[in-house]
């Protein structure tokens, strides 16, 4: 099954004359994508990447992600951003949020340095002791602060524990292909790299040696994963009309909402497997977009709990936002709910019913409500929760980000912004060659 778009509950808040007239921008868009004509060019390695993977560096991956399932209780993967969120969206997506608490063959993964919390590091440090360990260090230069310390404490455990030659077997290391302070580290230590492609940037890179070797490691079959990227590549790159190509009809209705005042965009997942794909296309969408003072604000929400917190404001509040709703078709389980012979929660009438049925009915009757309150909603419906399946839907996203950048105006590859608080804290840290700038921010501080 193909991503759908089921546009039942968006209908009513853009007409089809609309559609029609901005598929000349559209068209625009995905032709300055397809021939590579428009801002940011040089990182469209994506957009092939499913089909002309390399294929001895998949082979490589497959091979040390047996060797880490053979050695290890425990991957810690250290990377931020694009280095870890799509990684983590497979695990849970496919596998599950607990994984790291079931019951299998292959190891727990967790992940370090997204972040610089003292009591997240000796957590992590404890659930380590006494356990075999691996290190997968995902970073393009090396030099980014998060995971460059999370790096320096995770390799001063496994020298400690193994020795030099020791961790030099568990320590994996994915980054650039030639250059760069971590590559020439790692050639030096000789650990075993993989590469972070010059044409892919972060946060489109989860297709890559990136994602796919601690998503390997947690016993995923990546290359089903990338057939589902390959057969969505060959659907969305076919034609630009919007009756044809889901991927680009999504990018139009949400230019068109913005264009209507909708400039929130919530992503909308009814079980918590889908938190962390949320976070994902938060990065995706939010770093894609989010410049030259425009964009559409990407915010999510897990559904029916949010219901509870944030129900009221997409009812009830400022009208400046749309939902996008995955709607995953088959869960891949059933639990029936009991029959309590003295009914005390007066809930006998669903009695026997599948659990999912009623989930599904939430979904439902929050689609009713919210569009009632005068809320678009573009429902995505997939297939399953499989490797194929999330493959599809992150070909799905990367390829509508980009052609929504190009309807929008932006340059969908770069992220000038993210470098600005990195020069303020290099800067009130001390760092060499910033002494100019630390001291006029101190002044501003009033340090």
């Known amino acids: 099954m193909s991503i759908k778009i089921n546009e039942k509950f968006v209908s009513g808040f853009i007409g089809a004359d609309e ?11 995905y032709d300055k994508l397809m021939s590579g004509s428009g801002a940011g060019n040089d990182f469209l390695g ?8 390399d294929k001895e560096e998949l082979v490589r991956i497959k091979a040390a992600a047996e060797r880490i399932k053979k050695n290890a209780d425990v991957l810690v993967v250290i990377g931020i951003g694009g280095s870890y969120l799509g990684a983590r969206a497979a695990i849970e997506f496919i596998k599950s949020p607990l994984y790291n608490n079931l019951k299998k063959d292959t190891p727990d993964v967790y992940f370090a340095g997204n972040n610089i919390s003292t009591t997240a590091l000796t957590e992590l440090l404890s659930i380590c002791e006494g356990r075999d360990v691996c290190i997968n260090v995902i970073s393009k230069s090396g030099t980014t602060t998060e995971p ?14 193994y020795g030099v030659e020791g961790a030099r077997e ?21 650990y075993e790299t993989f590469v972070v492609p010059d044409d892919v940037g972060g946060r489109y890179s989860v297709l890559t040696a990136v994602g796919l070797l601690p998503i390997a490691c947690a016993g995923i079959d990546v290359d089903e994963m990338l057939r589902g990227a390959r057969d969505a590549r060959s659907e969305y790159t076919a034609s630009s009309a919007l009756e044809n190509n889901a991927a680009v009809k999504y990018a139009a209705l949400r230019n068109l909402l913005l264009g209507k005042g909708k400039s929130t965009e919530i992503l909308v997942g009814y079980d918590p497997y889908l938190l962390m794909l949320n976070e994902w296309w938060k990065q995706l969408y939010g770093e894609s977009e989010g410049k030259d003072n425009k964009g559409i604000f990407p915010a999510s929400v897990i559904f029916s709990t949010d219901l509870h917190s944030l129900g009221q404001y997409i009812q009830d509040g400022q009208r400046n936002l749309f939902e996008t709703v995955i709607d995953v ?11 309590d012979p003295a009914n005390v929660d007066g809930l006998n009438f669903i009695s026997g019913k599948a659990l999912d049925s009623v989930n599904s009915t939430a979904m439902l009757a929050t689609l009713i409500a919210h569009n009632d309150g005068g809320v678009p909603n573009i429902v995505l419906e997939i297939a399953d929760k499989s490797a194929y399946s999330f493959g599809q839907l992150v070909y799905f996203f990367e390829f509508a980000c980009a052609i929504s950048g190009y309807i929008l105006g932006v340059n969908p590859f770069d992220q000038p912004g993210v470098e600005a608080y990195k020069k303020n804290m290099f800067a009130l840290l001390g760092k060499p060659g910033y002494e100019n700038m630390k001291a006029a921010l101190e002044e501003r501080i009033g340090k």
């Not at 559609?19 to 868009?29: G, M, S, Y």
């Not at 994506?46 to 993977?53: A, K, M, S, V």
């Not at 078709?329 to 029959?339: N, T």
């Open 19 to 29: 559609l029609k007239n901005i598929q000349p921008a559209a068209d625009i868009a």
């Open 46 to 53: 994506w957009r092939d990447l499913p089909e002309c993977y």
């Open 148 to 161: 460059a310390i999370a790096f320096r404490v995770f390799k001063k455990l496994l020298t400690d524990k």
């Open 170 to 190: 568990r320590i994996f290391v994915t980054t650039d292909k030639c250059r760069g302070t971590l590559k020439q580290f790692s050639d030096e230590a000789r």
């Open 329 to 339: 078709k088959d869960q891949g389980a059933e639990f029936l709910i009991p029959h």
